[in-house]
């Protein structure tokens, strides 16, 4: 079976499921280049508000192909860099969308299927799900920026062991070191995902593209450059429609509605 990237929509949020189940929806070059046709999409459209990548059947995603990456070995290099480079693309797409991204982790997520969910601004996990930075067990590096949140979010001393040992990890300890946002029970973290997409999808877009923008831009930025952006995102923001709707609404008690 062609692994593919189906699309699908649940009110204002995009479902992208990997599908190569006889893989365990291992990754590729025709899934990096679907997804980011279909953010490109979703950026545009008035009627998406979120994203959330889930994988088809009993697995989140067993990263790349070993049979593809043993392949490749009798190839130039430059034919994995550029399927890497492919990867990345997808990655900073991920990054620089202006909408909500959820990850729905069931099963596992190993290698760049863990690099993918952590590219995402959340992650909901099955409570039995399994985490692995599996690379070093194969004698391979990480790719898709698994070193990267990683680094920043833990201590260097986890982060090496999680990478060094490529240990099996419950999302039990990912949800202790923050890097999953909630656990749902075993077959609920789609319907989890989506329960929060909704409450994502509530409120205003804009602000929401803010924020994100702001929380990407902040590990790099000193305090004055991040005062800065802050003003000026509050400015612009105030001056943005939705915050009439929003200011107007809590005076009233109501709930607020954003085109």
């Not at 803010?210 to 929380?215: A, N, P, Q, R, V």
Request: net charge negative; proline share 5%.
């Amino acid at each position: 079976m062609t692994a593919e990237l189906k699309s699908t929509t649940e009110g204002r949020t995009m479902v992208l499921t990997l599908s190569n189940p006889s893989q365990r929806n291992a990754l590729g070059p025709a899934i990096y280049a679907a997804g980011i046709e279909a953010l490109n999409g979703a950026e545009g459209s008035t009627e998406i508000r979120s994203v959330v990548i889930v994988g088809e059947g009993a697995w989140f995603c067993a990263g790349g192909s070993l049979q593809r990456l043993r392949d490749n070995r009798r190839e130039a290099p430059a034919v994995q860099a550029e399927s890497i480079d492919a990867l990345h693309n997808w990655i900073d797409s991920i990054r620089a969308f202006p909408k909500p991204v959820i990850a729905a982790v069931e099963g596992a997520a190993a290698g760049a299927g863990f690099s993918l969910a952590l590219a995402c601004d959340f992650v909901v996990a099955a409570r039995d799900a399994i985490f692995a930075a599996s690379y070093s067990n194969v004698g391979l590096t990480p790719d898709g920026g698994l070193s990267w949140h990683l680094a920043r979010a833990l201590p260097r001393q986890l982060a090496g062991e999680w990478l060094m040992c490529g240990d099996r990890l419950g999302a039990q300890r990912l949800h202790e070191a923050g890097l999953v946002n909630q656990l749902a029970d075993s077959g609920q973290a789609l319907a989890t995902a989506l329960a929060l997409a909704q409450r994502l999808n509530e409120r205003a877009p804009n602000v929401l593209a803010s924020l994100k923008e702001l929380l990407t831009e902040a590990p790099g930025a000193t305090l004055a450059g991040q005062l800065a952006q802050e003003r000026d995102h509050f400015v612009r923001n105030l001056h943005h429609p939705n915050a009439g709707i929003g200011i107007e609404a809590f005076l009233a008690r109501e709930k607020p509605r954003y085109p």
